[in-house]
């Protein structure tokens, strides 16, 4: 099976910074996207972060200039350095893989990482 396993969330003061990571472990042959959502308490998931295997990489317009998405491919794991972090980042941080391939042949698959949760006081 294919598992997600976020690190690196925790409690950080305003403007702090933080870094996570996902690795995605299991029978892996490629990833095509790689990519980070978070969820506020009472607030839809919402799209921080995406990195395709090609293609540019996209911010939401809140995180643009502070965040910075990575990727290593060769160790299928995706990066979120988190700069000059306010208040309203606080929420749970979801790591996303979309299309997915498990064998040459198989088809893609989406799958999610547990969570982490990101605290940032005032």
């Known amino acids: 099976q294919v598992q997600l396993v976020e690190s690196g969330g925790g409690l950080v003061q305003a403007g702090g910074s933080l870094r996570l990571s996902c690795a995605a472990s299991?029978?892996?042959?490629?990833?095509?996207?790689m990519a980070w959502y978070r969820q506020a308490p009472g607030k839809q998931r919402e799209l921080v972060a995406t990195?395709?295997?090609?293609?540019?990489?996209d911010y939401a317009d809140s995180v643009k200039g502070r965040f910075t998405i990575s990727r290593d491919n060769a160790k299928n794991t995706v990066y979120l350095q988190m700069n000059s972090l306010k208040p309203e980042d606080t929420a749970v941080y979801y790591c996303?893989?979309?299309?997915?391939?498990?064998?040459?042949?198989?088809?893609?698959?989406?799958?999610w990482g547990q969570g982490t949760q990101v605290t940032v006081s005032s």
């Open positions: 990195k395709p295997n090609s293609g540019s990489t």
């Open positions: 996303f893989a979309g299309g997915l391939r498990r064998h040459f042949f198989s088809t893609p698959g989406d799958y």
């Open positions: 299991g029978s892996i042959f490629s990833i095509n996207t």
